[in-house]
């Protein structure tokens, strides 16, 4: 086992006793601190994407609702979700704003992330 700085080294993934580990900071995944494992969505909640113009004078956003995640965390997957549609966007009011309409990219991207999500609208 090597022990340089930024090698990688085995670790723990599963403990009989605390069941599934975070590989970040290897501490169960419910005590995570690091945030690189990302909790499964509770159930019943399901994000909501649609397309808005209102207010914008005729451009049209996707707006995502009900991600149920901190603040903090938001902001951090607005950005992975901007970069995957290659647009701009903002985080207001626990809803993320995503200029252009991308809502087919943005279902299958937030499907392939393991989120419950439907479209709502037109």
């Keep these: 086992m090597s022990t340089k700085p930024g090698s990688k080294t085995g670790g723990l993934v599963y403990s009989t006793q605390h069941g599934k580990m975070c590989p970040g ?64 966007g903002t985080v207001k009011d626990g809803t993320i704003e995503i200029q252009g309409d991308h809502c087919d990219v943005l279902v299958e991207e937030l499907k392939k992330q393991g989120w419950p999500v439907k479209r709502s609208g037109g």
């Design 25 to 88: 900071c290897r501490r169960p995944l419910a005590e995570c601190v690091c945030g690189k494992v990302r909790p499964p969505p509770p159930p019943g909640e399901t994000v909501r994407v649609h397309r808005e113009t209102k207010g914008r004078k005729g451009k049209g956003v996707t707006v995502i609702t009900g991600v149920p995640l901190a603040p903090a965390d938001l902001v951090q997957f607005a950005t992975q979700l901007k970069k995957k549609c290659g647009s701009g």
